[in-house]
């Protein structure tokens, strides 16, 4: 069965810094993943997916995920984050002819001036 | 483009009472989703529905929840009756074609069952 850890309940980052927000996932598979953003009172908005080929993926609002097989990873990178980044991430698997998503608890993002 | 709309944004009910929610999805999306989200969690899919029909409805607790899509359009979750447990952010989603994971999602419906 499929499942996802995102090990960081809450990050703080300064405006301008890097960030890495970390996804792990289970599944027998080569997985469909997903990172998708909630801002507070929003429905989730996708950010990137990846299915098969490169494993570096460029998504909108200038972030990108790597997934690595042997890490069973699928973390998502900003190189400079602003302050309206912050908002809820929550990564995501899917199986290839499922019909639904199975969504990991979620990272709270915090940006700090 | 309209995004999916769902009504209403906010609603706080007493347990055992029943409550009823609605969406409606992106025109001519035929695959629609509806999504618990409990505080701290993510989204869990509760029914999937292909045009007005049901593929997949294994995590909804049929003993209270309810769901339909007449039409193939619009959408209603019913919950009766409601227990504490089910305060929660109700997601809709719509997508073109099944298992396309191009989902849109709409704002939500927050439930408070006090």
């Known amino acids: 069965a499929q499942s996802v850890t995102q090990p960081d309940i809450h990050i703080t980052v300064s405006e301008g810094a890097s960030l890495e927000l970390r996804c792990n996932y289970s599944?027998?598979?080569?997985?469909?993943l997903f990172w998708y953003v909630q801002s507070p009172g929003q429905g989730l908005q996708l950010l990137l997916k990846?299915?098969?080929?490169?494993?570096l993926v460029q998504g909108i609002k200038g972030f990108e995920a790597e997934f690595k097989r042997s890490q069973s990873s699928f973390n998502l990178r900003k190189p400079s984050v602003h302050w309206s980044d912050a908002a809820e991430y929550f990564c995501?698997?899917?199986?290839?002819?499922?019909?639904?998503?199975?969504f990991g608890t979620g990272t709270r993002l915090t940006v700090i001036p | 483009e309209a995004g999916v709309a769902q009504s209403p944004r906010y609603k706080i009910i007493e347990k055992r009472q029943s409550v009823a929610f609605w969406c409606n999805p992106i025109s001519g999306h035929a695959t629609l989703y509806w999504y618990q989200q409990i505080l701290g969690q993510g989204p869990k899919l509760l029914i999937q529905?292909?045009?007005?029909?049901?593929?997949?409805d294994s995590q909804l607790p049929k003993d209270r929840f309810s769901a339909e899509r007449l039409k193939g359009v619009d959408s209603t979750l019913k919950i009766q009756p409601a227990k504490l447990e089910d305060s929660a952010v109700y997601l809709c989603a719509s997508s073109l074609v099944a298992r396309s994971y191009g989902y849109t999602f709409g704002s939500g419906t927050r439930l408070t069952v006090v």
């Open positions: 990846y299915f098969s080929g490169d494993t």
């Open positions: 995501a698997v899917g199986a290839s002819g499922a019909n639904n998503l199975f």
């Open positions: 529905f292909q045009n007005n029909g049901v593929v997949d």
């Open positions: 599944y027998g598979a080569t997985p469909y």
